[in-house]
């Protein structure tokens, strides 16, 4: 009964190869998320989406593609990986609308390492 | 623009109190949080707190907040070695009310 899940858990791969990253969250929350997380732990934001539309598009290459095939979902699709692209993705969620309280809960982490 | 800092590194002995600093620019901030990331996992809310507070306890922790100087604190009374993590504070402004804007994290190494 995790609230939000993200797999793979650990992701190895080479470069110029396609990944993808999923995720759900049971929360019932109308926003999510997915961040990255470098090696000096520097957490920043990708996308967010709030009921399946894009509402946060930070510069990102368009390698990045997210999905969103319903509000309990979003998936994060990279095409043509490079060595950069090593990192931790987080897949989080929130509740929007309503009060500003809406504290983000967070995955555990897909670890991706491109070789 | 909206900017938060932290200081990076923060080293305490077991049983001593911990003091981490946030520093941040938006003016407009309406909650201000302290998330928590064990090492190998996903960062948890710690504790938040409005802005028209200037303190909030919660058992161990203790958070202070400056709105003059735009400055918050996250104090941890008794630090224990299970506290060790690193420390995100990130603020939530009344503009932007979707959009985190996250410190790089302060690192909590507690020494036995």
């Known amino acids: 009964d995790t609230a939000v899940s993200q797999t793979p858990k650990y992701l190895v791969t080479q470069m110029g190869n396609d990944k993808s990253i999923k995720c759900e969250q049971n929360?019932?929350?109308?926003?999510m998320y997915w961040y990255k997380q470098d090696s000096k732990k520097f957490l920043k934001i990708m996308f967010s989406y709030n009921n399946k539309e894009l509402i946060i598009n930070e510069t990102v290459p368009n390698r990045f593609s997210p999905k969103s095939p319903d509000k309990a979902h979003l998936n994060l699709h990279i095409n043509s990986l490079e060595l950069g692209d090593s990192a931790v993705y987080f897949c989080a969620s929130s509740l929007t609308g309503g009060g500003l309280d809406s504290p983000l809960h967070f995955g555990n982490g897909t670890r991706l390492t491109v070789t | 623009g909206e900017d938060v800092e932290q200081s990076l590194f923060l080293s305490v002995r077991e049983g001593d109190s911990s003091v981490i600093n946030c520093t941040y620019t938006d003016s407009s901030s309406t909650y201000l949080y302290w998330y928590k990331q064990e090492p190998g996992a996903g960062l948890q809310l710690l504790t938040y707190i409005f802005s028209n507070m200037d303190m909030k306890q919660d058992q161990r922790l203790t958070v202070l907040l400056n709105k003059k100087d735009k400055h918050l604190s996250l104090r941890i009374a008794d630090t224990q070695t299970g506290d060790s993590a690193i420390y995100f504070c990130?603020?939530?402004?009344?503009?932007?009310?979707?959009?985190?804007?996250w410190g790089l994290g302060t690192s909590l190494a507690v020494n036995p």
């Open positions: 929360l019932g929350h109308d926003t």
């Open positions: 990130a603020e939530r402004n009344a503009g932007n009310n979707r959009k985190l804007i």
